[in-house]
């Protein structure tokens, strides 16, 4: 690329070409060259650089996990790549709190703390990348001996809105009593009705993908999957593949931008992993979900809990290997989707949890009522435009 002059002036880059540069790096020395000038910090903060710096580190994200299920020391892990690990810098809400990790969404992660025996106390939202963080109170007091919460966190592109869903449930049926949605863009909770969740006990955490929330339930001792639209705030249900294996264990993932379900047996070696993708078909009127099995690992003779899909590779905990059980003991293993490659990583823990996709992203975390708040927020149709022009 040559360097343009201008009477004989310094050369340099096309802003632009300099855009599209800064665009493709990490965050932190994003951070570091605001004081380069004024026009890059104002840069930062532009619609349309944001959703480009998230396009771009989508394509290369970290798989993210913890050593705790809840904890006030929060050890988050980043595995990059490389298969090299990395640790997490806290926020700093966490301080002497518990928290548990609800779910990661476009570089926002979402957490829920405790406090005073384990009573729900706020929701975090947090940036780690940018360091940025904010603390979302609980819509409603409950007491844990009488009510069960199922959460959920995601974004629609439709109304360009991150939203925490809460399902609170009766803890002796875990039978929906209530249901309650935190939208990032008017800074509020609202009650929304209970509709055709009455008779509905959840059993399973959630899951976002494409403006939609996933979790699972009972209904009428079958189960059901009910999907959230975050745009429409709508309930809906989803029957489930027909798995054959039985008993399973399932856990609900995101594969090729689609909503996907992991499955696994539970009793006996060896053992094996199924992956189920669901293809929607708007023009039929009756079959509208149709379940597609993608992917069926060799059996092995150790014990798995599957727990998402990373850079095309399923991500598994093993417990037993030749039936010599690691009592307190789990590793980290991947199975390549396309090869069927089965790999086995130096990561150990006496509780890893909480596998979820990661990308380093310069998405703001603020509430409505801050100033900056409208400048900030993604236009719906800037990701679009961006995979357009680049």
Request: aromatic fraction near 12%; charged fraction near 20%.
């Amino acid at each position: 690329m040559e360097e343009t002059k201008i009477n004989g002036a310094a050369p340099y880059l096309p802003e632009e070409v300099i855009t599209n540069i800064l665009m493709r790096l990490p965050v932190k020395p994003l951070m570091r060259f605001r004081c380069v000038c004024k026009n890059w910090e104002n840069l930062y903060k532009t619609p349309f650089f944001i959703a480009a710096h998230l396009r771009h580190s989508q394509q290369n994200p970290f798989l993210m996990f913890s050593h705790d299920y809840l904890c006030n020391d929060l050890p988050l892990r980043l595995l990059d790549c490389d298969m090299q690990l990395r640790d997490v810098q806290k926020a700093p809400l966490f301080h002497s709190l518990l928290s548990y990790f609800i779910g990661s969404c476009n570089g926002l992660l979402c957490f829920i703390t405790m406090r005073y025996c384990n009573f729900p106390s706020s929701f975090l939202l947090w940036n780690p990348a940018t360091r940025h963080s904010i603390e979302v109170p609980v819509s409603r007091t409950i007491n844990y001996h009488v009510h069960h919460m199922e959460i959920g966190f995601g974004f629609s592109t439709l109304v360009n809105d991150y939203k925490i869903l809460v399902i609170y449930a009766l803890y002796s049926d875990r039978m929906v009593c209530g249901v309650d949605v935190y939208s990032l863009n008017k800074g509020s909770w609202k009650e929304i009705a209970v509709g055709n969740l009455f008779d509905i006990s959840f059993v399973s955490p959630a899951v976002s993908c494409n403006g939609a929330i996933f979790t699972s339930g009972l209904k009428l001792g079958k189960k059901v999957i009910v999907s959230f639209d975050i745009a429409t705030e709508v309930f809906t249900f989803i029957p489930w593949p027909p798995l054959l294996d039985h008993p399973t264990f399932s856990k609900f993932t995101v594969y090729d931008g689609k909503f996907a379900l992991l499955t696994t047996n539970l009793i006996g070696t060896p053992s094996k992993v199924d992956l189920w993708v669901i293809e929607e078909d708007m023009s039929s009127s009756e079959d509208r979900w149709n379940w597609i099995k993608k992917f069926t690992s060799d059996p092995y003779p150790c014990e798995f809990i599957p727990w998402t899909i990373w850079r095309n590779k399923v991500v598994v905990s093993r417990t037993e290997i030749g039936g010599e059980i690691r009592k307190n003991k789990e590793c980290l293993c991947l199975f390549n989707i396309t090869t069927n490659e089965f790999k086995i990583l130096d990561i150990h823990g006496n509780s890893l949890q909480n596998f979820v996709n990661y990308t380093e992203s310069l998405v703001p975390v603020v509430n409505a009522t801050s100033n900056e708040f409208k400048s900030l927020i993604i236009p719906q149709h800037s990701i679009g435009d961006i995979a357009k022009a680049f």
